[in-house]
């Protein structure tokens, strides 16, 4: 049962454009989300994140979206540059006091073509 | 530089045999864990541990073993029980913070392919 759904295991955009890499979950007990970028052969750095109870943040070209009523998030590049091909990982806390609540989405693919 | 050095990077094994996968962080983190990824697959829990010479099962820790006998250290052996161990192991860690303050955000090394032959 994948609480944490990323449904395009990949996406292609142009320089320069906006990329928009979404992900659904399931568990409304869920109540903080991350977001990692993941090169190959390297583990995942954090990125960014967002509360629940948020319904954005933003840090530089990235801002990520919440939406609890759809059970949505997204993350937003702009504008997209060719090192931000990765992987990109979402995932999600269950609040629990422990940091090993974490579900992972399994992944999308962005490349960004120059 | 702090941060977590796995090793080896790439490893392969026989059927049958047991391999032990290194994990060393030197950013004081109490808290480390051990994930698997697989194709097509999120980053799966296999064990992690919250303090020295304590340490739980994840969602997928059939086959594994893990020892916290020191802070910086938390190797994991893949043992011969363990029925599909291609993967690529992802090795983390995280402060120790309580409440709601604690994020989960995570520290992760660079990962170890490990090959059955």
């Known amino acids: 049962d994948q609480q944490v759904k990323q449904n395009s295991p990949s996406l292609s955009v142009q320089e320069g454009r906006i990329s928009i890499l979404n992900c659904d979950y399931t568990n409304s007990m869920f109540d903080y989300f991350l977001w990692y970028k993941k090169y190959p052969a390297e583990g995942p750095t954090f990125l960014i994140s967002i509360s629940s109870i948020k319904d954005k943040n933003e840090d530089g070209r990235f801002t990520v979206f919440l939406n609890k009523s759809a059970k949505h998030l997204s993350l937003h590049i702009v504008p997209s540059q060719p090192g931000d091909s990765a992987v990109y990982f979402c995932?999600?806390?269950?609040?629990?006091?422990?940091?090993?609540?974490?579900?992972f989405g399994s992944g999308t693919q962005l490349t960004v073509l120059p | 530089d702090g941060g977590i050095t796995q090793s080896p990077k790439y490893l392969f094994r026989k059927e049958g045999q047991n391999v032990t996968l290194s994990c060393e962080q030197n950013?004081?983190?109490?808290?480390m864990y051990w994930y698997r990824q697989d194709p097509g697959q999120g980053l799966r829990l296999i064990y992690y541990s919250q303090i020295v010479n304590d340490f739980q099962k994840g969602d997928i820790a059939e086959g594994y073993s893990v020892s916290r006998e020191k802070k910086e250290s938390f190797p994991l052996t893949v043992t011969s029980a363990q029925k599909n161990p291609t993967a690529f192991y992802l090795c983390?860690?995280?402060?120790?913070?309580?409440?709601?303050?604690?994020?989960?955000?995570?520290?992760f090394g660079e990962g170890s392919r490990l090959t059955v032959l």
């Open positions: 950013l004081n983190h109490d808290a």
């Open positions: 983390a860690s995280s402060p120790r913070t309580s409440g709601r303050a604690n994020t989960g955000e995570l520290f």
């Open positions: 995932a999600a806390r269950k609040y629990s006091g422990s940091a090993r609540q974490l579900t």
